[in-house]
């Protein structure tokens, strides 16, 4: 199977604890003292992120449809649990001087 080119989420690198009890899945975010209770589709999402699928595997793995993937990507990288948010994108800031020469 060739590597898909999609977004590739990831979870934060530490300082979150992941506890299933009584068949949820939450998660505690010890910097900021904040707790997650997920529901099971946002728990099969959260144990198919390994850092190598992307979220066209995340979907296929979790068996959950791709719009709920992204939206719950969209929510974990909200909450501070991914450590890239799948909308993130490098933007070039124009100087000043550039916009005033455009005159925008």
Request: charged fraction near 30%; charge should be neutral.
């Given at each position: 199977m060739a590597p898909s080119r999609g977004f590739i989420p990831r979870r934060r690198g530490s300082g979150v604890v992941t506890e299933e009890l009584e068949?949820?899945?939450?998660?505690?975010v010890e910097e900021t003292h904040r707790a997650f209770?997920?529901?099971a589709p946002a728990a099969?999402?959260?144990?198919?992120i390994d850092g190598e699928r992307d979220t066209e595997i995340i979907a296929t793995?979790?068996?959950?449809e791709p719009p709920l993937v992204h939206r719950t990507l969209?929510?974990?990288a909200?909450?501070?649990l991914l450590e890239v948010a799948p909308e993130a994108k490098r933007t070039?800031?124009?100087p000043r001087?550039?916009?005033l020469r455009w005159r925008l």
């Amino acid at each position: 199977m060739a590597p898909s080119r999609g977004f590739i989420p990831r979870r934060r690198g530490s300082g979150v604890v992941t506890e299933e009890l009584e068949g949820e899945t939450l998660l505690y975010v010890e910097e900021t003292h904040r707790a997650f209770c997920l529901n099971a589709p946002a728990a099969k999402v959260w144990r198919a992120i390994d850092g190598e699928r992307d979220t066209e595997i995340i979907a296929t793995t979790a068996e959950v449809e791709p719009p709920l993937v992204h939206r719950t990507l969209r929510e974990l990288a909200e909450a501070g649990l991914l450590e890239v948010a799948p909308e993130a994108k490098r933007t070039t800031v124009q100087p000043r001087a550039s916009l005033l020469r455009w005159r925008l």
